[in-house]
């Protein structure tokens, strides 16, 4: 399928939309299951085994940048929804997705792609054998200014290296990447703004807006089957930093400097997991039981500064935080009949840390646990039909400085409540999957979603903001057809009822909450000749603020490709964004902001960070 940004491979998960309100360094805001999970909250994303959520992140937790990815190194994407899995710890109570690399490239590949808005893309990947082993290397070149009166000056560098031996389950592989990105950003803007003709629809109020990122990691994978079953360990150190500038509310809180500001991370993260697999036979039945750890620890100095045109003004607040996390757990799934089977697990999270502030009083410790049960059921097949329950509850850590706060980091005195360091969520999922017609599969669920609350580090401000216990309700309706080999049609529908569910006046509606969500492919092709694909993708209204008086609009933006393979290995494609030049916008938000002249106390307004036009994308690859 054609996408944008790397983010929307993840769009291969149905329900899922990614988004960018921001330039193409930032992470991305992602939507599922009725959720704004804003750059990775309750998405638990890893790639080859690691972590990319980032707890008490500088600008959000949970913050889940895959920029650095390579979508041709993709060999596997396992999608799995809801808080019912025993190896999901944290960040994963709406979905997690597990990214896996190729061990090996099938040949050598090199592409060159050049597009509208100055895009322009360097690829080259290939492996060979090492001794017993295998080397696989690649590396990407990216620069893009996009359709912004600003340019976004996008220069990206990434590569990957890999020594592996054997197969995923019966070998190992070290892996070493390192990713660098510097960009200028056009952040969301005023819809006065547009509307007044102060700026054009792809116009920026502060100009020096953009960051800087950076993410290096070495990694070890080992695994090994035997008579037992499977043991699989994984190990990791991670060294990233990200520099942020952004000035979403502009002369709102300082009217003579603007409102710009900093929001720097820069963290050590260094884990390891396990997890042994264990098959026999009880009474007769066979069985499977797994158990498993997994821990990580975080060093991390990050900190949020006052900023003019990106020249520093004053320092709202500066932390160092150790934090430490680690979750055991264990499932086991019974075969009882050929019609039914089911699971029964548990885990166990234990989070601790410190937080060395600027301020004093915001310094201390902090740590607490949860235990999060969960069972699974399946019947049949009949007539190619199972049919399928789970239910479980899970968590989401919050920033470690919001459970140590005690007075506003800005004026030093104004007191603070502090938060928990964990949030219960509980989850529920009935469902049925067909396969009698060849080549479809169709799979239908009924799901429900509670959160305790939805806390969360609010980034920009440096404060906990305390959110309300809520309530998701869905239903996801997803087919995949292949009615010929070279041939095939996608269709996912989902709809979520989002509520907070306690009293208020302010209303009950969950701002940013999609309902109707939508997308169908169609695929076609063979390993050489003509190809090409064709992808819709609907993201519906969103209320805005509680009592729903404000909406975001909906959109429908189509992507295609056609291109040629030749019997060579040479390849020639092209790719047309927003085909049929859908002016809608890629995210909404509203809050109050302020334009120069404008009364002190601000406006509330609608903010919007509009799609790109129609865009072209020219590829030559060979592949020897």
């Known amino acids: 399928m054609p996408f944008s940004r790397v983010g929307e491979v993840l769009e291969a998960v149905p329900g899922l939309v990614v988004t960018q309100h921001s330039g193409e360094g930032k992470a991305n805001q992602y939507f599922l299951r009725g959720f704004n999970l804003d750059h990775g909250t309750d998405l638990a994303i890893t790639v080859d085994g690691m972590p990319v959520n980032m707890p008490t992140h500088g600008h959000g937790q949970g913050y889940a940048d895959i920029n650095f990815m390579i979508p041709e190194l993709i060999s596997a994407m396992t999608l799995r929804k809801g808080p019912y899995f025993a190896d999901i710890g944290d960040f994963g109570s709406a979905g997690a997705v597990s990214i896996d690399y190729l061990r090996a490239m099938p040949k050598t590949l090199a592409e060159v792609t050049l597009g509208s808005f100055g895009y322009r893309r360097l690829l080259g990947a290939g492996s060979t054998k090492a001794g017993e082993g295998t080397l696989l290397a690649a590396f990407e070149a990216n620069s893009y200014?996009?359709?912004?009166?600003?340019?976004?000056?996008?220069?990206?560098?990434?590569?990957?290296?890999?020594y592996s031996q054997g197969t995923p389950t019966d070998g190992f592989?070290?892996?070493g990447m390192a990713y660098a990105n510097r960009w200028t950003s056009t952040d969301q803007v005023a819809q006065r703004a547009l509307d007044q003709g102060i700026i054009g629809r792809y116009g920026s109020l502060d100009p020096t807006d953009g960051g800087i990122a950076n993410r290096f990691s070495l990694s070890g994978r080992f695994a090994r089957s035997s008579d037992i079953g499977q043991t699989d360990i994984n190990a990791y150190v991670i060294r990233s930093s990200l520099q942020l500038y952004n000035n979403f509310t502009y002369?709102?809180?300082?009217?003579?400097?603007?409102?710009?500001?900093?929001?720097?991370?820069?963290?050590?993260?260094v884990g390891l997991s396990g997890a042994q697999r264990f098959d026999y036979r009880f009474a007769g039945l066979p069985v499977e039981t797994r158990v498993g750890l997994q821990s990580r620890a975080d060093?991390?100095?990050?900190?949020?500064?006052?900023?003019?045109?990106?020249?520093?003004?004053?320092?709202?607040?500066?932390?160092?935080?150790?934090?430490?996390?680690?979750?055991?757990?264990t499932d086991t799934t019974v075969r009882w009949t050929d019609w039914l089977r089911t699971s029964a697990g548990v885990r166990e999270d234990f989070f601790n840390g410190r937080v060395s502030s600027d301020t004093p009083a915001n310094s201390g410790s902090a740590s607490a646990s949860m235990t999060s049960p969960k069972v699974g059921i399946v019947l049949g097949p009949w007539v190619s039909t199972e049919f399928y329950g789970n239910a479980g509850t899970g968590l989401h850590s919050n920033d470690i400085r919001g459970a140590t706060?005690?007075?506003d980091p800005?004026?030093?005195?104004?007191?603070?409540?502090?938060?928990?360091?964990?949030?219960?969520?509980?989850?529920?999922?009935?469902?049925?999957?067909?396969?009698?017609?060849?080549?479809?599969?169709?799979?239908?669920?009924?799901?429900?979603?509670?959160?305790?609350?939805?806390l969360l580090f609010v980034g920009?401000?440096?404060?906990?903001?305390?959110?309300?216990?809520?309530?998701?309700?869905?239903?996801?309706?997803?087919n995949q057809y292949r009615p010929l080999p070279w041939l095939g049609v996608d269709l996912d529908l989902a709809y979520t009822r989002a509520r907070f569910t306690d009293v208020d006046p302010a209303g009950n509606m969950i701002p940013g909450a999609p309902a109707w969500v939508a997308s169908a492919g169609l695929t076609f092709g063979r390993e050489t000749g003509w190809f090409g694909a064709l992808k819709g993708r609907y993201f519906g209204v969103r209320p805005l603020v509680e009592d729903g008086s404000e909406r975001?609009?909906?959109?429908?933006?189509?992507?295609?490709?056609?291109?040629?393979?030749?019997?060579?290995?040479?390849?020639?494609?092209?790719?047309?964004?927003?085909?049929?030049?859908?002016?809608?916008?890629?995210?909404?938000?509203?809050?109050?902001?302020?334009?120069?002249?404008?009364?002190l106390g601000g406006v509330g307004d609608r903010h919007v960070h509009p799609a790109e036009p129609l865009a072209l994308r020219l590829t030559l690859a060979g592949a020897f």
């Open 145 to 162: 200014n996009g359709p912004w009166d600003v340019p976004d000056k996008i220069r990206k560098l990434n590569g990957v290296l890999r």
């Open 173 to 175: 592989s070290l892996t």
């Open 251 to 269: 002369f709102l809180d300082d009217p003579i400097n603007g409102d710009q500001f900093n929001q720097y991370d820069r963290r050590t993260v």
């Open 299 to 329: 060093a991390i100095s990050l900190g949020l500064t006052k900023t003019l045109q990106r020249d520093w003004l004053s320092t709202v607040r500066a932390d160092d935080v150790q934090e430490q996390s680690l979750g055991l757990w």
């Open 405 to 407: 706060i005690t007075v």
């Open 410 to 454: 800005t004026d030093k005195t104004t007191p603070l409540d502090r938060v928990p360091l964990l949030v219960r969520s509980k989850g529920a999922e009935l469902g049925v999957r067909n396969r009698s017609i060849t080549g479809l599969t169709t799979a239908l669920a009924v799901f429900v979603l509670d959160f305790d609350s939805e």
């Open 460 to 478: 920009d401000a440096g404060t906990t903001e305390p959110s309300r216990p809520s309530r998701r309700v869905g239903v996801e309706w997803t």
């Open 552 to 599: 975001s609009l909906a959109s429908l933006i189509f992507n295609a490709r056609a291109g040629y393979r030749f019997d060579n290995g040479l390849r020639l494609q092209l790719d047309a964004l927003n085909l049929f030049n859908a002016k809608t916008n890629q995210i909404e938000y509203y809050y109050l902001s302020r334009l120069p002249g404008e009364p």
